[in-house]
């Protein structure tokens, strides 16, 4: 990778930072590539537990796109490709087996808000501002962020955020379940980091298996879900890692569950 992308690893938490903050972590399409090659190399190495999504340095989560670089775009095919080659990114962040949290550490803007929304938790910084900007530059979100909005806060607050263009504080987003939980700026990552080791110590299959039944039940009627939870009970019931744990509950020690 160039640089766009940086990548720590460490107690199956991973970090992924978006580092190009002279340009408000705006996303070009060698960033994107970057993302897209290694999202891809994590989901087929699946080895996390949990992982972690920033931008780099105090100010800028995701700007969203590279509008020095996009606007060169003319035609619907170029159009499509850019919007179908990070949308890629948005699902397989929504689709890792594992959590993954948007540390949102400052401005979450236009598809920067969109790819926030394609992950599991959202932690803002007390400064942070959020908004769906796409409106004001005559476009719409095309990074997966529209439907998940509307499932993410609901149907009338995810059409006003998209109309209109407003930006949140970081506790106007928490009243309405955009983000879900605000800290200090300076406590962003710290937060992000505690919330990553607390899911990584926890059972991996049941933790696996509770995010897949969650991006499920989004998706069927209640009664199916209801299904779906009962088909994964069992596998997780029988599993190495609940009879450690179980082991742990009655010798009064910390569990080690390896996943299996």
């Given at each position: 990778?160039?640089?766009?992308?940086?990548?720590?690893?460490?107690?199956?938490?991973?970090?992924?930072?978006?580092?190009?903050?002279?340009?408000?972590?705006?996303?070009?399409?060698?960033?994107?590539?970057?993302?897209?090659?290694?999202?891809?190399?994590?989901?087929?190495?699946?080895?996390?537990?949990?992982?972690?999504?920033?931008?780099?340095?105090?100010?800028?989560?995701?700007?969203?796109?590279?509008?020095?670089?996009?606007?060169?775009?003319?035609?619907?095919?170029?159009?499509?490709?850019?919007?179908?080659?990070?949308?890629?990114?948005?699902?397989?962040?929504?689709?890792?087996?594992?959590?993954?949290?948007?540390?949102?550490?400052?401005?979450?803007?236009?598809?920067?808000?969109?790819?926030?929304?394609?992950?599991?938790?959202?932690?803002?910084?007390?400064?942070?501002?959020?908004?769906?900007?796409?409106?004001?530059?005559?476009?719409?979100?095309?990074w997966g962020g529209?439907?998940?909005?509307?499932?993410?806060?609901?149907?009338?607050?995810?059409?006003?955020?998209?109309?209109?263009?407003?930006?949140?504080?970081?506790?106007?987003?928490?009243?309405?379940?955009?983000?879900?939980?605000?800290?200090?700026?300076?406590?962003?990552?710290?937060?992000?980091?505690?919330?990553?080791?607390?899911?990584?110590?926890?059972?991996?299959?049941?933790?696996?298996?509770?995010?897949?039944?969650?991006?499920?039940?989004?998706?069927?009627?209640?009664?199916?879900?209801?299904?779906?939870?009962?088909?994964?009970?069992?596998?997780?019931?029988?599993?190495?890692?609940?009879?450690?744990c179980v082991r742990?509950?009655?010798?009064?020690?910390?569990?080690?569950?390896?996943?299996?």
């Open positions: 990778m160039s640089g766009n992308v940086l990548y720590t690893e460490e107690g199956g938490v991973g970090v992924v930072t978006v580092n190009r903050p002279e340009v408000h972590n705006a996303l070009n399409m060698e960033t994107i590539r970057e993302l897209r090659d290694l999202c891809l190399r994590l989901r087929a190495e699946d080895a996390l537990r949990a992982m972690i999504l920033t931008g780099a340095g105090d100010k800028t989560f995701l700007s969203g796109g590279d509008l020095k670089e996009f606007r060169h775009l003319k035609t619907v095919e170029e159009a499509r490709h850019m919007v179908s080659s990070m949308k890629e990114v948005t699902d397989l962040l929504a689709g890792f087996p594992w959590p993954v949290i948007a540390a949102v550490n400052g401005l979450a803007v236009g598809g920067g808000c969109e790819t926030a929304v394609a992950c599991d938790f959202r932690i803002a910084s007390r400064s942070a501002k959020l908004g769906y900007r796409q409106i004001r530059l005559g476009i719409m979100s095309g529209g439907p998940r909005l509307v499932h993410l806060v609901g149907k009338g607050r995810a059409l006003r955020m998209m109309t209109t263009g407003d930006l949140l504080s970081a506790d106007e987003a928490l009243a309405m379940g955009l983000v879900d939980q605000v800290v200090l700026p300076d406590e962003v990552m710290t937060s992000a980091l505690a919330l990553a080791e607390t899911i990584a110590g926890n059972a991996p299959l049941a933790v696996r298996a509770y995010k897949r039944l969650v991006q499920i039940t989004v998706r069927v009627p209640l009664e199916a879900a209801l299904e779906f939870e009962t088909e994964l009970f069992g596998p997780v019931w029988v599993s190495e890692d609940h009879e450690e742990a509950f009655f010798e009064k020690r910390k569990p080690s569950p390896q996943g299996r």
